[in-house]
């Protein structure tokens, strides 16, 4: 089994910074893709931030120049570091790891618990 707990969420004033982290832990032989997720309310889950295992990374428009996803391998944890936060930010964040917990199994995806993210004066 694999769990994922994420934490670094709060209330920042508009401009603020807030860094994200995802660590995963349990039956682990290699994590494919590490993305980040955000939902808010009345709003459906969107992709904000991927990385890939070879190191590529993808941005949602909306974060491109502001959010930076990252990861520490040796950690199994991933990071969302977010600059410049706006009110449209606000949302439950999410990570979502792609991670294959064997050799032989195929891969698969795990959600953690979501943690909040106010922007507000």
């Known amino acids: 089994q694999v769990q994922l707990v994420e934490s670094g969420g709060g209330l920042v004033q508009p401009g603020g910074s807030l860094r994200l982290s995802c660590a995963a832990s349990?039956?682990?032989?290699?994590?494919?893709?590490m993305n980040w997720y955000r939902q808010a309310p009345g709003k459906q889950r969107e992709l904000v931030a991927e990385?890939?295992?070879?190191?590529?990374?993808n941005y949602a428009d909306s974060v491109k120049g502001r959010f930076t996803i990252s990861r520490d391998s040796a950690k199994n944890t991933v990071y969302l570091q977010m600059n410049s936060l706006k009110s449209e930010d606000t949302a439950v964040y999410y990570c979502?790891?792609?991670?294959?917990?064997?050799?032989?199994?195929?891969?698969?995806?795990?959600w953690g618990q979501g943690t909040q993210v106010t922007v507000s004066s």
């Open positions: 979502y790891l792609d991670i294959r917990s064997t050799w032989y199994q195929t891969p698969s995806g795990y």
């Open positions: 349990g039956s682990i032989f290699k994590i494919n893709a």
């Open positions: 990385l890939a295992s070879e190191g590529v990374t």
